[in-house]
T-cell receptor, first 113, second 118 residues
Framework: QQQVKQSPQSLIVQKGGISIINCAYENTAFDYFPWYQQFPGKGPALLIAIRPDVSEKKEGRFTISFNKSAKQFSLHIMDSQPGDSATYFCAALTSFGNEKLTFGTGTRLTIIP | GAVVSQHPSRVICKSGTSVKIECRSLDFQATTMFWYRQFPKKSLMLMATSNEGSKATYEQGVEKDKFLINHASLTLSTLTVTSAHPEDSSFYIC??????????????FGPGTRLTVL
């Protein structure tokens, strides 16, 4: 059962544009929502994360928007750069449950000049 | 930041042989380590969770006799793929957490190991 659904599967954005990746979850026990960035042949690296007590978190060019009632959260990359080209995974975790990350299916982002 | 290493980064082996992959936390003690498997262009699938000094907890559908996990110290966990077959070819990634209570912000990922079984 896919507990975290991610879209789109792939995304092409022009340099300087805004990249938006969406995720939806089913398990209301999830209380921590991180985003990971993965380059080819490398392990994922934590990019930014949010807890459901806030609706938005911004770190530099990266912003997470969180809608608890809709059980959705999204990653926005402002002023997208070629170096942002990577695969992005959303994830969810229950801090006081089994404490295991459940990953989305991933979005391959390509930033074109 | 905390660093997790994996060795080897790539390994090619013949069908039927066993392969050991090491995961080390270089600058912190890892109470819990996780092993993931990732197929090309796919997401990470958790295989097992290991806590130092105790048996690993395997996810449903993961053969514990095929994927042996040892977390013998607070800085080292090993994954041994026994009697490897071509279908075991994959990208294996470990992550390590310094605390017994895991939160995503304290789960650090290794660079991965590409296993190819001929």
């Amino acid at each position: 059962q896919q507990q975290v659904k991610q879209s789109p599967q792939s995304l092409i954005v022009q340099k300087g544009g805004i990249s938006i990746i969406n995720c939806a979850y089913e398990n209301t026990a999830f209380d921590y929502f991180p985003w990971y960035q993965q380059f080819p042949g490398k392990g994922p690296a934590l990019l930014i994360a949010i807890r459901p007590d806030v609706s938005e978190k911004k770190e530099g060019r990266f912003t997470i928007s969180f809608n608890k009632s809709a059980k959705q959260f999204s990653l926005h990359i402002m002023d997208s750069q070629p170096g942002d080209s990577a695969t992005y995974f959303c994830a969810a975790l229950t801090s006081f449950g089994n404490e295991k990350l459940t990953f989305g299916t991933g979005t391959r982002l390509t930033i074109i000049p | 930041g905390a660093v997790v290493s994996q060795h080897p980064s790539r390994v090619i082996c013949k069908s039927g042989t066993s392969v050991k992959i090491e995961c080390r936390s270089l600058d912190f003690q890892a109470t819990t380590m996780f092993w993931y498997r990732q197929f090309p262009k796919k997401s990470l699938m958790l295989m097992a969770t290991s806590n130092e000094g105790s048996k690993a907890t395997y996810e449903q559908g993961v053969e514990k006799d095929k994927f042996l996990i040892n977390h013998a110290s607070l800085t080292l966990s090993t994954l041994t793929v026994t009697s490897a077959h071509p279908e075991d070819s994959s990208f294996y990634i470990c992550s390590a957490s310094p605390g017994a209570m895991v939160a995503a912000d304290t789960q650090y990922f290794g660079p991965g190991t590409r296993l190819t079984v001929l």
